[in-house]
T-cell receptor
Framework: AQSVTQLDSQVPVFEEAPVELRCNYS??????LFWYVQYPNQGLQLLLK??????LVKGINGFEAEFNKSQTSFHLRKPSVHISDTAEYFC???????????????FGTGTKLQVIP | DTAVSQTPKYLVTQMGNDKSIKCEQN?????MYWYKQDSKKFLKIMFS???????INETVPNRFSPKSPDKAHLNLHINSLELGDSAVYFC????????????FGPGTRLTVT
C-alpha cells in the first residue's frame, strides 16, 4: 500500500530565511506526487505536482520540489519565506489502484509552517 | 464565482440527528470527492464519484451516504450522528482521476454535541 510520511509536524522559520519541508513516500510502482497548501480556515490548493519528466518541479508562490526516486522523497523548498506562507502543507501521492481499478490520492499528515517576523 | 462551494460552512448538531452537506462545482469536472479532516489535520478520503458513478468508497460507516444527482453535485448525508463524526468535511473535484489537480471547497465544520 502507498503511504506518505511528513516527519515534521511543525517547522518554525524566520521571515526571509530558506525552508525545506520533507516528504517521503513508499510505493512499488511509478507515482504521481503533489504538494498542497491549506491556509487557515480554507480548503487545500495545489502548489505543484510531479507527473513525469524533470525531477525539479516549480510551483506557485516561489515554491519548488525535487523528486528523488532513489530516496523516495519529494521535499518542498523555498529560498526565502514570507509571513504569508504561514500555513499547513500537505504532501500527497497517487499510485495505488483500489479494488475497482481506480487510483486514489493519499495525503500525508501535514506540516505546519510558522513564519516568524 | 466560486469553483467548488459547500453548504453549510458550519453545522452544529446533537448526537443521533441526521444531517446533509451539499457540494457543487462549476468547473465542468468529471470527478468529485469527499474528504474528512480531523482535529489533527489528518485528511482522509471517504468517497469519490466519476461521472456520477461511485468509484472509491473507503472504510466509512454506512451511516454516511453520498449522492450525486449530476456531475456538478455531490452531497453527503449522515445518519445517526456520533461525537466522532465531528470534523471538517471537504468536497473536491478534478478533471479526471489521480494525476489531476484537485480543487477543494472551503470545508464544512461539523460539530456533534
Amino acid at each position: 500500500a502507498q503511504s506518505v510520511t511528513q516527519l515534521d509536524s511543525q517547522v518554525p522559520v524566520f521571515e526571509e530565511a530558506p525552508v525545506e519541508l520533507r516528504c517521503n513516500y513508499s510505493s512499488s510502482v511509478s507515482v504521481y506526487l503533489f504538494w498542497y497548501v491549506q491556509y487557515p480556515n480554507q480548503g487545500l490548493q495545489l502548489l505543484l505536482k510531479y507527473l513525469s519528466g524533470s525531477t525539479l518541479v516549480k510551483g506557485i508562490n516561489g515554491f519548488e520540489a525535487e523528486f528523488n526516486k532513489s530516496q523516495t522523497s519529494f521535499h518542498l523548498r523555498k529560498p526565502s519565506v514570507h509571513i504569508s506562507d504561514t500555513a499547513e502543507y500537505f504532501c500527497a501521492v497517487s499510485d495505488e489502484l483500489n479494488s475497482g481499478g481506480y487510483q486514489k490520492v493519499t495525503f500525508g499528515t501535514g506540516t505546519k509552517l510558522q513564519v516568524i517576523p | 464565482d466560486t469553483a467548488v462551494s459547500q453548504t453549510p460552512k458550519y453545522l452544529v448538531t446533537q448526537m443521533g440527528n441526521d444531517k446533509s452537506i451539499k457540494c457543487e462545482q462549476n468547473l465542468g469536472h468529471d470527478t468529485m470527492y469527499w474528504y474528512k479532516q480531523d482535529s489533527k489535520k489528518f485528511l482522509k478520503i471517504m468517497f469519490s464519484y466519476n461521472n456520477k458513478e461511485l468509484i472509491i468508497n473507503e472504510t466509512v460507516p454506512n451511516r454516511f451516504s453520498p449522492k450525486s444527482p449530476d456531475k456538478a453535485h455531490l452531497n453527503l448525508h449522515i445518519n445517526s450522528l456520533e461525537l466522532g463524526d465531528s470534523a471538517v468535511y471537504f468536497c473536491a473535484s478534478s478533471q479526471g482521476l489521480a494525476n489531476y489537480e484537485q480543487y477543494f471547497g472551503p470545508g464544512t465544520r461539523l460539530t456533534v454535541t
